[in-house]
């Protein structure tokens, strides 16, 4: 019997989606629910499975458009197809090629005093031979064991790409130029990059967009985490990061300038007794904007655990639409990558974006000295038609007052960092 795997669709108004990539090959035999595509939308990239088992026939070639309900694929469930190889299942080995069976087990290498005896030819990072050092393991036992893995396709494709810049490097003290071969590539746009960019222009064109500067002294903030960042993780298994405190921060600012977080709908100004705080992230396929809802009741603790989960969904593009719909207010931070100063663009239909950035040893006047503290640029770009400079300006003041005063977060509390923390 043939079965038809045919495009979902992935929201409302959605009409088409590029396929992304295949996860199987012609005449691959699939399971029941297998993965077997990834389709990109002009909102998230989405999987699709298998609703049958059986020997797969691809209707569709990568980097295709698609109208929803168009076949991609067929699945004779009466036909055996070629069995694939079981993916692994960790990230670690994920990132090394698959385990062969063994013919003979070779016992552990004895370890000695010398520490000749613990070496090998592996090229490792300090982190690396660190971690193997703290775990009480050597390097002769780590390549034992990268002996008993056999390399696959996707080896061998990483092994052809990087081996000439590895055998340059090595031979040469001196960078090579790039370029050169004067060589062209055209590469088509992602329905995802598409739709951003459509955004990005009107947004432009469509809003009257400023933006406003100030700077925070992180003093407060970076003594916080030094002094309880280890309880913190021990306590709630993630790491007390920036972000949290910004969110923080963001969410009392919106409660008391409420019109920083309305839209505009038409000739009505919508206002929002909540704060669903968008966080962009860069992914593989370009920039996503996960909500966090209700972030003006989520303790730090729930922030950091919200933003690691939501940012792990995607780096691996595994991101669902509500997940990434509505939003009242979005932060984004450029620091990571060591922005110093940026205007970032407002995601419609919100009205205001806030910018982080780099966090520099600056020197600032503290009560007539002059002083050393780390200090961070912080941008706020809005939409002037709904938001007056002035509240603007005052938004921008607030979260600048709540961080380098973190006790403005609280209500009370007799140690108002660890209740802060909520350890």
Known sequence: MIIEIKVPSPGESITEVQLASWLVEDGDQVEKDDEIAEIDSDKATLTISADEGGKISLKAAEGDTLEIGAVLATVDTEAEGKKKEKPVTTKAAADKPEVKEEVAKSPEPEKTGSPAAEESSIHLSPLARKLLKESGSTEKEFEEFLKKFRAGKKDVEFFLSEKDKVTTASSSPVAPAW?????????????????????????????????????????????????????????????????????????????????????????????????????????????????????????????????????????????????????????????????????????????????????????????????????????????????????????????????????????????????????
């Not at 407060?220 to 007390?240: Q, S, T």
């Not at 719909?325 to 663009?345: A, D, E």
């Open 179 to 423: 370029g050169g071969k004067r060589e062209e590539k055209r590469q088509k746009l992602s329905t995802l990059r598409m739709k951003l960019a459509e955004r990005l222009v009107s947004v432009k064109n469509e809003t009257a967009m400023l933006t406003t500067f100030n700077e925070v002294n992180m003093t407060p903030v970076m003594e916080i985490r030094k002094n309880y960042k280890d309880i913190f993780k021990e306590k709630f298994g993630v790491g007390l990061g920036f972000m949290s405190f910004f969110t923080k921060a963001v969410t009392i600012a919106l409660h008391h300038f409420p019109k920083v977080n309305a839209q505009i709908d038409g000739n009505e100004m919508v206002m929002y007794d909540y704060a669903d705080v968008g966080i962009a992230v860069s992914a593989p396929k370009g920039l996503m904007v996960p909500v966090l809802r209700n972030a003006e009741q989520m303790s730090l603790a729930e922030i950091e655990s919200k933003i690691k989960e939501l940012a792990i969904k995607a780096r691996d593009g595994k991101l669902s639409l509500d997940e990434m719909k509505g939003g009242t207010f979005t932060i984004t931070n450029g620091g990571v990558f060591g922005s110093m100063l940026s205007t970032p663009i407002i995601n419609p239909p919100q009205s205001a974006i806030l910018g982080m950035h780099n966090i520099v040893e600056r020197p600032i006047a503290v009560n007539g000295k002059v002083e050393i503290h780390p200090i961070m640029y912080v941008a706020l770009s809005y939409d002037h038609r709904i938001i007056d400079g002035a509240e603007a300006v005052g938004f921008l003041v607030k979260i600048k007052e709540v961080l380098e005063d973190p006790t403005k977060m609280l209500l009370g509390g007799t140690d108002p960092a660890k209740a802060l923390l909520q350890i």
